[in-house]
Nanobody
Framework: QVQLVESGGGLVQPGGSLRLSCIAS????????MAWYRQAPGKQRELVAA???????NYADSVKGRFAISRDNAKNTVYLQMNSLKPEDTAVYYC???????????????WGQGTQVTVSS
């Protein structure tokens, strides 16, 4: 019953900005880490940014200083602010969340459907 719904993707010019949002809904007891991944055509999916429930973050080297991940725990939402976008940032971006659905459940990974980000002039 857990669902991750993403929004905010689209077409943007180089140097521009976008903010992605992902809302987790359904039967949820708690959410540990949340993250954004991306996958470009012909390439493997890679971790872009991750954030713990306490707010600790880490980023791929390619996006450090340009992207910022944040979350609103009360809303079960994670954001990815993307600035100074480059053509090489073009990819399908996926939301990921480590979620425990019940008191006796272990955490499991859930994925969004993916949202296209295209950086082009």
């Amino acid at each position: 019953q857990v669902q991750l719904v993403e929004s905010g993707g689209g077409l943007v010019q180089p140097g521009g900005s976008l903010r992605l949002s992902c809302i987790a809904s359904g039967i949820i007891r708690s959410i540990n880490a949340m993250a954004w991944y991306r996958q470009a055509p012909g390439k493997q999916r890679e971790l872009v940014a991750a954030i713990t429930s306490g707010g600790s973050t880490n980023y791929a080297d390619s996006v450090k200083g340009r992207f910022a991940i944040s979350r609103d725990n009360a809303k079960n939402t994670v954001y990815l602010q993307m600035n100074s976008l480059k053509p090489e940032d073009t990819a399908v971006y996926y939301c990921n969340a480590d979620i425990r659905r019940g008191y006796y459940d272990s955490n499991n990974d859930y994925w969004g459907q993916g949202t296209q980000v295209t950086v082009s002039s």
